[in-house]
């Protein structure tokens, strides 16, 4: 155990770990490009954009210019009763490259604390007499309390805390796959919910077009349009978590735009800045903010650090970075290479299955792998890509190279073979 490590095993608490069973750890001591270097010299090419935020790689010169340009000025200011040019001109730069109907941005600590801030003008638009919210099985919304609560209450990683949180309406997760056709019947069970429960519910809450640390599961642009308008027949409002899909990740730049609709609420995060620093924003129309603030109300809602100025310098930069880069044209070419590096998983035993959308790619296994063989068999082949449950997935960083993606799916395929065929030494 090096040096590092063996302090960090004595102090440090890390994200779904045990401090009693605790799973192995890879020392960083530098990052570039696409490339994590180890404490014992090693590179490792990056295949998760540091949980899919990192979309530029580490240490951009045009990112780190945006932090060294805030930092002489000033690093943070309360934002009650204050404002700034970090803050205005990403809300200007936001509310420009999303729908026009949303013109209100709410600046959040983080992703999770952007959906906290969802459900909340939800809630309130409505006065409080709509108290519940709807969403699908198989989601993911972040680990705070609010968002806990439209997670996958069986499938997901809360159950402990089911009965801590608000008790919201769960529907079957989408049936349909990305390229499944939609039937009608496939919202039966949302509109009996609606009937019976309709006067209850504020809002619905989706991750348009793709379910992300639920299952990475793409599912119907034609089920998402459905959904909507239903929802919207009851007077819900309708809530996007573009954290995950936003920026591009799914080929459009929002998810939403495979199904041609468009939220009362949206909620962003993870790419926004880069990865450099933690940020999240909430969108909502003009009817939301002024149901929101009826009568002279005002949103009770206020984080310490909201709209700090080094986060929303960075995240204009970031954000600038990629418009003005043929980014459409770069996740196209990263999910062709995502679908020929992993084709040949297809064929290997244990997996379930082998799918992609956008600069995402995933290899989904019949059983549950010993995940630390699989994470060591994968750092032993050079990449950085962190598995949870039976998936192994890639969200790579915009500018990896063809021999980047490369060295990732093959990884990727060689240790799925390698821990599966421990399990399955025959072939069927």
């Given at each position: 155990?090096?040096?590092?490590?063996?302090?960090?095993?004595?102090?440090?608490?890390?994200?779904?770990?045990?401090?009693?069973?605790?799973?192995p750890l890879w020392p960083v001591v530098d990052a570039h490009g696409t490339r994590l270097?180890?404490?014992?010299?090693?590179?490792?090419?990056?295949g998760m954009s540091s949980w899919w935020a990192a979309v530029h790689g580490?240490?951009?010169?045009?990112?780190?210019?945006?932090?060294?340009?805030?930092?002489?000025?000033?690093?943070?200011?309360?934002f009650g009763g204050l404002t700034h040019e970090p803050a205005v001109g990403l809300a200007e730069l936001l509310v420009e490259i999303t729908?026009?109907?949303?013109?209100?941005?709410?600046?959040?600590?983080?992703?999770?604390?952007?959906?906290?801030?969802?459900?909340?003008?939800?809630?309130?638009?409505?006065?409080?007499?709509?108290?519940?919210?709807?969403?699908?099985?198989?989601?993911?919304?972040?680990?705070t309390a609010g968002a806990m609560s439209v997670c996958d209450p069986v499938t997901g990683m809360h159950g402990l805390f089911r009965d801590h949180v608000a008790q919201q309406l769960f529907v079957a997760r989408p049936r349909p796959t990305f390229d499944e056709a939609f039937l009608d019947s496939d919202l039966d069970e949302v509109r009996e919910v609606l009937?019976?429960?309709?006067?209850?519910?504020?809002?619905?809450?989706?991750?348009?077009?793709?379910?992300?640390?639920?299952?990475?599961?793409?599912?119907?642009?034609?089920?998402?349009?459905?959904?909507?308008?239903?929802?919207?027949s009851y007077g819900l409002l309708v809530v996007f978590?573009?954290?995950?899909?936003?920026?591009?990740?799914?080929g459009p730049l929002w998810a939403m735009e495979h199904a041609g609709v468009v939220p009362d609420?949206?909620?962003?995060?993870?790419?926004?800045?880069?990865?450099?620093?933690?940020?999240?924003?909430?969108?909502?129309?003009?009817?939301?903010?002024?149901?929101?603030?009826?009568?002279?109300?005002?949103?009770?809602?206020?984080?310490?650090?909201?709209?700090?100025?080094?986060?929303?310098?960075?995240?204009t930069a970031s954000t600038r970075l990629l418009l003005d880069g043929p980014w459409q044209a770069t996740v196209g070419h990263l999910g062709a290479g995502l679908r020929a590096g992993l084709a040949p998983a297809r064929e290997l035993p244990g997996v379930a299955d082998v799918r992609v959308l956008g600069a995402v790619g995933v290899v989904?296994?019949?059983?549950?792998?010993?995940?630390?063989?699989?994470?060591?068999a994968l750092v032993e082949r050079g990449a950085w890509v962190r598995p949870f449950g039976r998936l192994v997935y890639a969200m790579p960083p915009y500018v990896s190279t063809d021999d980047d993606l490369a060295t990732v799916t093959a990884a990727m395929v060689g240790a799925v073979e390698e821990v599966t065929s421990a399990r399955c030494p025959e072939r069927p």
């Open positions: 155990m090096t040096g590092l490590v063996a302090r960090d095993r004595r102090h440090v608490w890390h994200p779904y770990a045990s401090v009693t069973e605790p799973a270097v180890l404490e014992d010299g090693r590179e490792l090419v990056d580490y240490r951009h010169p045009v990112l780190d210019a945006a932090l060294h340009a805030q930092v002489d000025r000033f690093s943070h200011v309360m729908p026009p109907e949303l013109t209100r941005v709410f600046f959040a600590d983080s992703g999770s604390v952007a959906v906290e801030v969802a459900l909340k003008l939800a809630l309130q638009a409505f006065g409080g007499r709509r108290p519940r919210v709807l969403t699908v099985r198989g989601g993911y919304h972040g680990d009937r019976t429960h309709g006067e209850q519910l504020a809002a619905v809450i989706v991750e348009p077009v793709l379910q992300g640390a639920g299952g990475m599961r793409a599912y119907s642009p034609d089920y998402l349009r459905a959904l909507v308008a239903l929802c919207r978590d573009e954290i995950a899909t936003g920026f591009g990740r799914t609420v949206l909620c962003l995060g993870k790419a926004l800045t880069g990865g450099c620093l933690t940020l999240g924003a909430v969108l909502c129309s003009d009817a939301v903010a002024e149901a929101v603030c009826a009568d002279g109300g005002a949103f009770m809602h206020g984080p310490t650090f909201m709209g700090n100025p080094l986060a929303c310098a960075v995240a989904e296994l019949a059983d549950q792998p010993d995940s630390r063989r699989l994470q060591a």
